[in-house]
């Protein structure tokens, strides 16, 4: 007997599986019984590997870690416990284009289309430990462990393969952001990180070892965004909730064709994401710098710069404690000797916002050299901001929250550009 949910055709991939009747199991869909199905079959973990998955985890929205307890305790079972690995293990999980059952030849055949839809979207992990263990095993001359591993496939849930891949994934939640990734919700972005050779650097997916994450992209952009330009309300959500900026982002760009949200929103800035990444890192870079040239805290007792210049960088530096050792940014190359808590960094960051004009289709830069503009202020701006430092305790989340902070130092730039532009007449 021979069980068929889609008939091959040329653009799918075929991964085929030899697996006995006896472990088979398929169930049509209870609603929609003609066009969607699933099937669990449970078959030896030496099929797994060579067959042809293992090129289709594009949709899994986690790269796999394999130093952390769960993969360790995957791959523990796997090597020393093989007949417990069945009933104690998830199994896999894979999103089908089709899939059908030859009873006779004893082989099952997955069908792949959509590596974005299609593929192993839950138990990545199960089968990098599979993968590892048996090369392990077969270095050392060591046979096949005699175990078995349970595939659940889904055939023609497409319409809602995000929904399924969330919630496959929920034990261990997923960040959102790696589910929009999914949708295409941050392409546009993309584009714009591919021009200037960053997309390489930002995580999109989950557990990608890369230096930026998508959240932290959109925390500075959002600390230009369109909405705070006249500096009357203030882009704290940057600093107090980086997933909050990405909902924002993905809701505007979610109705993009029935709203101007995106067109007034993030739309409008979107082209300036790397100049944003940028300008950031050049201003921890200086801020720093200041704080050096200045005095430090020492500066607010009337210290600093015309008087007991020669020591800064070393008691007054590490005088902060708040302050990390030194930082790599990695946009632009750069070490900073101190990193910056954002709780410091993103409202002197996001007082910069005078310097763009929102006026048009899209925004673009009042001045052709923004760090000259800051380069002037900046010891004022650090003082400020080390004032508030102290009155709340030096405590970094305290400051971030400060909205007398965030307004103080927005005021200081667009005082600070005003005098600049009336010099210029």
């Not at 020393?80 to 998830?90: A, S, V």
């Not at 999914?182 to 997309?199: M, S, Y």
């Not at 200086?286 to 009337?302: C, F, N, P, T, Y």
């Not at 101190?338 to 673009?364: C, F, N, Q």
Request: aromatic share 6%; with cysteine; net charge neutral.
């Amino acid at each position: 007997m021979t069980s068929s949910q889609t008939s091959v055709v040329s653009s799918d991939t075929s991964v085929q599986l030899p697996v006995h009747p006896d472990q088979v199991r398929v169930l049509v869909d209870p609603i929609e019984p003609k066009s969607k199905s699933r099937a669990i079959i449970c078959v030896p973990v030496g099929t797994v590997l060579g067959c042809g998955l293992g090129d289709w985890l594009a949709a899994n929205v986690r790269d796999q870690k394999m130093g952390s307890v769960i993969a360790k305790g995957i791959m523990r079972t796997l090597d020393e416990r093989p007949d417990t690995m069945h009933p104690l293990n998830r199994g896999i999980t894979v999103l089908s284009n089709g899939f059908r059952y030859d009873s006779q030849a004893k082989v099952f055949t997955i069908l792949l289309r959509d590596p974005k839809k299609h593929g192993i979207i839950d138990g990545g992990h199960t089968f990098r430990a599979i993968e590892q263990v048996l090369d392990k095993r077969q270095e050392a001359g060591a046979d096949v462990p005699n175990a078995f591993v349970n595939i659940e496939v889904l055939a023609g849930y497409d319409e809602i393969s995000s929904d399924i891949i969330s919630a496959r994934n929920s034990v261990a939640a997923v960040r959102d952001s790696a589910i929009y990734s999914l949708e295409g919700v941050f392409k546009d972005l993309q584009v714009q990180l591919k021009k200037e050779g960053l997309v390489d650097l930002v995580a999109f997916r989950q557990n990608e070892t890369k230096p930026i994450s998508v959240e932290e992209v959109l925390a500075v952009c959002t600390l230009f965004h369109p909405s705070y330009s006249d500096g009357k309300l203030h882009p704290m959500k940057a600093y107090t909730s980086r997933a909050g900026c990405v909902e924002i982002y993905a809701d505007e760009w979610q109705k993009r064709e029935a709203t101007a949200a995106w067109k007034n929103g993030f739309g409008k800035i979107i082209h300036l994401a790397p100049d944003l990444l940028r300008f950031c890192e050049e201003i921890h870079l200086e801020v720093d710098e200041a704080r050096r040239k200045i005095g430090g805290l020492q500066a607010l007792k009337g210290e600093g710069e015309n008087g007991n210049e020669n020591r800064e960088g070393k008691s007054r530096g590490r005088a902060m404690k708040e302050l990390s050792g030194p930082r790599e940014l990695p946009v632009t190359g750069k070490t900073v000797q101190s990193g910056w808590p954002t709780g410091y960094l993103y409202p002197i960051v996001a007082a910069m916002r005078p310097l763009i004009d929102y006026s048009g289709e899209t925004a673009k830069w009042k001045v052709a050299e923004p760090m000259q503009v800051f380069n002037g202020i900046s010891k004022e701006l650090v003082k400020t901001l080390l004032a508030y430092a102290e009155e709340y305790g030096r405590k970094p989340n305290a400051v971030g929250k400060s909205l007398l902070c965030w307004k103080s130092l927005y005021d200081t730039v667009e005082v600070g550009l005003l005098r600049s532009q009336a010099a210029k007449v």
